[in-house]
């Protein structure tokens, strides 16, 4: 597992065949790195065909924090960046 920037966000290196999955995240600045959990949450309602998502939750307390993340502001430049 490594930290995406200074975030603390882990990324796996699992691959799916040849392609290092979590390494497509390492460019990442560390700003970005921040607004990156949000960003996943809310990527597929970018998408004019998604109308919700479905989100696990194990506990209270992960549910308030992906209300959280959903209501997250995300830089525009991030979005470019991810795109």
Do not use: N
């Not at 600045?29 to 998502?53: E, K, M, N, S, Y």
């Amino acid at each position: 597992m490594e930290k995406l920037g200074r975030s603390g966000v882990g990324v796996s290196r699992i691959g799916l065949g040849t392609a290092p999955l979590g390494g497509l995240y390492t460019a990442v600045g560390d700003r970005q790195a921040a607004a990156t959990p949000a960003a996943a949450l809310q990527f597929p309602l970018r998408h004019p065909a998604v109308t919700g998502i479905v989100v696990g939750a194990r506990s209270p307390e992960e549910v308030a924090e992906d209300l959280a993340l959903a209501a997250t502001p995300i830089p525009e430049a991030l979005w470019t960046e991810l795109d």
